[in-house]
T-cell receptor, first 113, second 113 residues
Framework: DAKTTQPPSMDCAEGRAANLPCNHS???????VYWYRQIHSQGPQYIIH???NNETNEMASLIITEDRKSSTLILPHATLRDTAVYYC??????????????FGAGTRLAVHP | DGGITQSPKYLFRKEGQNVTLSCEQN?????MYWYRQDPGQGLRLIYY???????QKGDIAEGYSVSREKKESFPLTVTSAQKNPTAFYLC????????????FGEGSRLTVL
């Protein structure tokens, strides 16, 4: 599985958009980009995933560059409850065999009033 | 509601004692996972199971054991052979969709006294 690089920490003002970058320059053509987040002392929560196209759901938007070597998770209107560690992971889709999600250190996002 | 339940949430153990952490899911997922998380670190895979009566070692299986006798249950035993067992333990199951998102429990925090 391709490795990812994320900044260790970011700050964002409440109500503003939070843009969390992720580099995955060695991503393969069949690998998806996943985002999870972990609020302190809780289990990680799935946010969104994508392959090539930009994706949006009720939680966030995922922007993947055309060459797929990087992506950005966008929280359009950050709230204090969005303060968490955000993990960017790349992995092949489930094919019937074992697929391991590798969680690195992630980006610690602090949303402040 | 469907989900993953881990128990106990907090556990204290004396050195030399085995302890078993419970993980139950009612999501009808085939695959289940155990991760360990140390302070400020990402998640490391201990064991995983893709189907009942089958399980495989992850990256840090030494000192741990698991069983998968029922689809909905995947208990983890931390044995006395685990040299540094104090950690936050997370159980997850994987959806059967093509992209296989993980659903996590709330975690169990084990402290060895």
């Amino acid at each position: 599985d391709a490795k990812t690089t994320q900044p260790p920490s970011m700050d964002c003002a409440e109500g503003r958009a939070a843009n969390l970058p992720c580099n995955h320059s060695t991503i393969s053509g069949n690998e998806y980009v996943y985002w999870y987040r972990q609020i302190h002392s809780q289990g990680p929560q799935y946010i969104i995933h994508g392959l090539k196209n930009n994706e949006t759901n009720e939680m966030a938007s995922l922007i993947i560059t055309e060459d797929r070597k990087s992506s950005t998770l966008i929280l359009p209107h950050a709230t204090l409850r969005d303060t968490a560690v955000y993990y960017c992971i790349v992995r092949v889709a489930f094919s019937g065999g074992y697929n391991k999600l590798i969680f690195g250190a992630g980006t610690r996002l602090a949303v402040h009033p | 509601d469907g989900g993953i339940t881990q128990s106990p949430k907090y556990l204290f153990r004396k050195e030399g004692q085995n302890v078993t952490l419970s993980c139950e899911q009612n999501l009808n997922h085939d695959a289940m996972y155990w991760y360990r998380q140390d302070p400020g670190q990402g998640l490391r895979l201990i064991y995983y199971s893709q189907i009942v009566n089958d399980f495989q070692k992850g990256d840090i299986a030494e000192g741990y054991s698991v069983s998968r006798e029922k689809k909905e249950s995947f208990p983890l035993t931390v044995t006395s052979a685990q040299k540094n067992p104090t950690a936050f333990y997370l159980c997850a199951s994987r959806s059967g969709s093509h992209t296989g998102e993980l659903f996590f429990g709330e975690g169990s925090r084990l402290t060895v006294l």
